[in-house]
């Protein structure tokens, strides 16, 4: 499909339709579960109900050729409120490890279990990070062991800042197999809801996103079917013995699941950036210093001038990459990292511009953008650092190993 900045009706009227319920139930919820620091749980509930939450729903969105529905959905959502926007899509980087490493049937059997249903939503978590091994997720140490006798795998390790760790209906874990071949000798596995030896006793206290989840993963002796490594044995043998020949094929399909996914997560960052912006324009057209409104000082005007062109521009580089990832358009330059390295960081940008535009005022938690402040600044952090992305292009640009 060619790339259109148009969106069309049926985009434009997803778009609504988020925007609607973004605006009439997140965000006047969003202080409130801000300060409970808790899963929205009737926020999942309602949305579930109107299908907003749900297999379905992602399908829908991910099935559109165009690539933007997706971003679209995002951004609008985090505009709602970024804590209660995790909350909300948090299960995708479950959904997501499922659909690049598994195969269509277990695609099938696990994907409705981390949503639950109408009645009864649920939430999945993907645990990859550990204490030792965050950027450098080859240094993994939870390791799985096959034991032929029962078919079963056996997990054992610590993982570290899991969203939706220990609340989750299905938890993905990636662990390694064979650690001499970093991070080419790991795999990712299912842990059915109930099984034993999976804790999360610690909640973690965060900046901001909090009415999103996040608690440190333990695994004791988790065993799980045999059935539950994503893509199958046979997959995982073949992929292990290609890696200890020294060939480079898996490596670089799962750099490009990550690149596939940056986007998204980029739409996320820009829809807190675009609430941000859009308060602190309307609080200078309305706040009097010196007789005049804040808004006729340049400094103030053009700051929002600049707010508005970097939003602007990260958007332009998140639908590009998000149309070139669902149209199998090649990432030689890292466009993918490009996109969230530029939203993640404008995002910080805006949020804190934002909370300067409106003074004193910008600091209490009367006005949400001391709330977005805190929001955007994961959006450097998390889902790859602002400096791995930069890693990514460099090396992509160059084709050199930077370190
Ligand atoms: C709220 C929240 C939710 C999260 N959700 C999940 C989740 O659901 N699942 C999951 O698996 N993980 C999750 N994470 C973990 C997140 O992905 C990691 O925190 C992130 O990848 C960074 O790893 P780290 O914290 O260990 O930082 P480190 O890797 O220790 O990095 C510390 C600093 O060093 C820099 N650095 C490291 N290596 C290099 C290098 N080679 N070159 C230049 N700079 C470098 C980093 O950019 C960073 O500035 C979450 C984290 C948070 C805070």
Redesign the pocket.
């Known amino acids: 499909m060619e790339f259109w900045l148009d969106l069309n009706e049926e985009q434009t009227d997803l778009r609504e339709w988020v925007h609607g319920f973004a605006e009439s139930v997140i965000r006047p919820a969003a202080a409130e579960w801000d300060e409970r620091e808790e899963t929205p749980w009737p926020i999942l509930q309602e949305a579930a109900k109107i299908g907003l939450y749900g297999f379905e729903f992602l399908v829908n969105t991910w099935s559109d050729m165009s690539g933007l529905s997706l971003p679209v959905v995002n951004e609008e959502l985090f505009w709602g409120d970024g804590g209660i926007g995790?909350a909300l899509s948090?299960t995708s980087?479950?959904v997501a490890a499922i659909y690049g490493s598994g195969t269509p049937d277990q695609l099938v059997e696990w994907v409705p279990q981390c949503f639950g249903d109408e009645a009864d939503p649920k939430v999945g978590?993907?645990?990859?990070?550990?204490?030792?091994?965050?950027?450098?997720?080859a240094a993994m140490r939870t390791r799985a062991v096959y034991d032929e006798a029962s078919d079963e795998w056996v997990l054992n390790g610590q993982?570290?800042?899991?969203?939706?760790?220990g609340i989750a209906n299905v938890h993905v874990v990636?662990a390694s197999i064979d650690p001499s071949l970093g991070s080419r000798g790991q795999a990712a596995f299912i842990v059915p809801p109930g099984t034993p030896g999976l804790a999360a006793t610690k909640k973690?206290r965060?900046l901001?996103?909090r009415a999103?989840h996040?608690a440190d993963v333990f695994l004791d002796d988790v065993r799980v079917p045999g059935s539950c490594l994503l893509g199958g044995k046979e997959a995982l043998d073949a992929r292990l013995a290609r890696a200890r020949e020294g060939k480079r094929a898996s490596g670089q399909a799962s750099m490009r699941t990550f690149e596939l996914s940056r986007p998204a997560v980029g739409a996320q960052a820009l829809g807190i950036a675009r609430a941000a912006y859009e308060y602190s324009l309307d609080y200078a057209q309305n706040r009097v210093q010196f007789g005049r409104p804040i808004v006729e000082n340049q400094a103030i005007a053009f700051a929002l001038a600049d707010m508005r062109t970097e939003i602007d521009a990260a958007r332009l580089l998140v639908w590009r990459a998000a149309w070139m990832g669902r149209n199998d358009r090649p990432f030689t330059a890292g466009e993918g990292s490009t996109s969230k390295l530029k939203a993640g960081e404008v995002a910080v940008a805006v949020t804190e511009k934002a909370v300067q535009i409106l003074g004193g005022a910008g600091y209490l938690r009367d006005h949400p953008v001391e709330r977005m402040f805190r929001d955007a600044k994961?959006y450097?952090?998390?889902?790859?650092?602002?400096?791995?992305q930069?890693?990514v292009i460099s090396r992509a640009i160059t084709g050199r190993q930077i370190?």
């Open positions: 995790m948090g980087l479950a978590a993907f645990c990859s990070t550990e204490p030792e091994a965050g950027s450098d997720v993982k570290a800042y899991a969203t939706n760790g990636t973690l965060k901001g996103l999103s996040t994961i450097t952090i998390f889902e790859g650092t602002s400096e791995i930069r890693l370190r």
